[in-house]
T-cell receptor, first 116, second 112 residues
Framework: GAVVSQHPSRVICKSGTSVKIECRSL??????MFWYRQFPKQSLMLMAT?????????EQGVEKDKFLINHASLTLSTLTVTSAHPEDSSFYIC????????????FGSGTQLSVL | GQNIDQPTEMTATEGAIVQINCTYQ??????LFWYQQHAGEAPTFLSY????GLEEKGRFSSFLSRSKGYSYLLLKELQMKDSASYLC?????????????FGKGTRLSVIA
């Protein structure tokens, strides 16, 4: 089945630094990738929709200047958390839709970000 | 807005059957998904319903009634490894994209 690789799986950083998270579709092309954030014991909240070759679409309340998304190729999307603060500590998950098998999303393994 | 409701927690006995309900009110509907998520891990796909009725896949079945905005996930012959959160998600048409909107998840504890 389709595989989405997300890296790194865990990041611990100091407040004020930037963190980049990569999401790759390994055996299919993904024109659209979705970035979710999940706080402990909460549901996945959609942050933004990443479209290859164009600007990302952000959900209401998500700062586009803080969460930079780049989708430069059909197999790679990156999320950069700029000037991270402790309240940004969360579980970030990317997902991609196989354009052939549109029914389901394939999720990356997630990135646990801890900002000290 | 989008609203997806499911119970917060459930407990069931090993070997038993459990039904996890999900109701939704969304601005459009393009399919309902159930995912299983173990703590600290990414969700894994369980089932997909787009038409009314029951979809069966091994020990897991999922039912959908679009007119009632209702779905359930049925787990049979429960095993300890089934202890996890179960997420109900609706695919909502949105400006050409169709992201999933997730419920808060139901944490299932399977006890001996």
């Amino acid at each position: 089945g389709a595989v989405v690789s997300q890296h790194p799986s865990r990041v611990i950083c100091k407040s004020g630094t930037s963190v980049k998270i990569e999401c790759r579709s390994l055996d299919f092309q993904a024109t659209t990738m979705f970035w979710y954030r999940q706080f402990p014991k909460q549901s996945l909240m959609l942050m933004a929709t990443s479209n290859e070759g164009s600007k990302a679409t952000y959900e209401q309340g998500v700062e586009k200047d803080k969460f930079l998304i780049n989708h430069a190729s059909l197999t790679l999307s990156t999320l950069t958390v700029t000037s991270a603060h402790p309240e940004d500590s969360s579980f970030y998950i990317c997902s991609a839709r196989d354009e052939v098998s549109l029914e389901k999303l394939f999720f990356g393994s997630g990135t646990q970000l801890s900002v000290l | 807005g989008q609203n997806i409701d499911q119970p917060t927690e459930m407990t069931a006995t090993e070997g038993a059957i459990v039904q996890i309900n999900c109701t939704y009110q969304t601005s459009g509907f393009n399919g309902l998904f159930w995912y299983q998520q173990h703590a600290g891990e990414a969700p894994t796909f369980l089932s997909y319903n787009v038409l009314d009725g029951l979809e069966e896949k091994g020990r897991f079945s999922s039912f959908l009634s679009r007119s009632k905005g209702y779905s359930y996930l049925l787990l049979k012959e429960l095993q300890m490894k089934d202890s996890a959160s179960y997420l109900c998600a609706v695919r909502v048409p949105n400006s050409g994209n169709t992201p999933l909107v997730f419920g808060k998840g139901t944490r299932l504890s399977v006890i001996a």
